[in-house]
């Protein structure tokens, strides 16, 4: 390797000589990913605005139930269809239903009906297609790999986080909202390539079997619905559900604060500030996931990593509560998302290199999405009931969140613990392998 630059980034991040082209590769498909949900995400959040509390909290009600069927259909798909074409199928998908929004948009006058549609499926494309991605990472790469490449890895979706959103916030006036799902469906598109190229990797490039040992011309079969019993079933997939469940309730008070205070400004406006917060976010997380996320499960393992960022939030939650200011709450949203998607995502998604393949794509979407919209239903009524309800406000808000996060650490510190043990046997293998009758 006489290339300066790739010999720093080898040392600085841990990567081997082997894996560069498989981490590359997944690198510019979280890339392209996340640029074209971020270029969606502005344009969601800034309707959001046009509604009450009640409005939003009946949608991510509703948002909840279409999830939960998604994921249902998702677990159909897993048992009946080809492994290699599962997810650029899915991602094939989500590109055909956002021109299928950007028609009905230019179609109808009222578009009421027709926001609020966009808005619930763009909140279920935000999580179904990153724990997809995750998923497939999972089958591309061992444990011990995971440890020192899915920081980096997940590095490309801050990238992607950069690239996104700075579309919208440049352009939205001159390319007009509607024309921004077009953009984000040929983005889709272009993950497809690349999908083929990562299925096509050797045992040497991305560590893993799972390709060579699963012909192209299986599924992954089993009960389409297994998903949904492991996750109940087991408490090790169960305790990343809570885990995830506590996030949403800090992401969802903070989201909600955010939006009330957007509310006098025009939709263009909104859109712009959410896609600037965005590039705010993710240039800040950029050079944490390169080149700390690694060194800190190496150096002080799983359960001090994934609990790094929910103690962090207690704290800033504290302060808020004494000094309930506006700056507070941008910079605690910053610390959030940024902190999120540096340390505490990536270090979740290794959590599930210690379950078999049929989990990883039927019991994950479940707790990913089904858990997540829960939470996020849950915890949106919660908000309303404080605010709307009791009449509660910013600083009494922040102590209830600063208990939720309190809680969200203490889970991240089991699951560490419970990742980090030798034995493979205890009790992480959250349905039957189906792949070895294959």
Known sequence: MHNPIARFLKTASLIKSRELNAVASSFLFVVILMSAYYIL?????AMASDWTDAEVSWLWTLNFFISTAVVAFYGIA?????FRVLVPATYGMFAASFVTFYTLATLYADRTLVDKAFYVWVSVFSLFHISVFWSFMSELFTKEQSGRLFGIIATGASVG??????????????????NLMLIASVLLIMTLPLI???????????????????PSG??????????????????YLLSIGLFIFLYTGISSFVYFELKNLLSDLTRPERTAIWAQMDLA??????STGLFVTGRLVKKFGMPATIALVPVMICIGLLVLAISPLLGAVVVLQVVRRAGNYAVTRPAREMLFTRVDREARFKAKPVIDIVAYRGGDMLMAWLFTGLTQGLGLGLAAVAVVGAGIAALWSLVGIYLGRWFEREDTEAGVVAVEDTSARE
């Open 78 to 82: 897993v048992s009946r269809f080809r």
């Open 41 to 45: 995400r502005p344009v969601r959040d």
């Open 218 to 235: 299986k599924s992954i079969g089993g009960n389409p619905f297994a998903g949904f019993k492991s996750f109940f079933s087991n408490p």
């Open 196 to 214: 083929i190229h990562l299925q096509s990797l050797t045992l040497t490039e991305s560590g893993n079997r799972t390709f060579a040992d699963l």
């Open 161 to 178: 986080g950069l690239l996104g959103p700075s579309v919208p916030a440049f352009f939205s006036a001159s390319l007009g909202t509607d």
């Open 281 to 286: 976010v993710n240039v800040l997380s950029i």
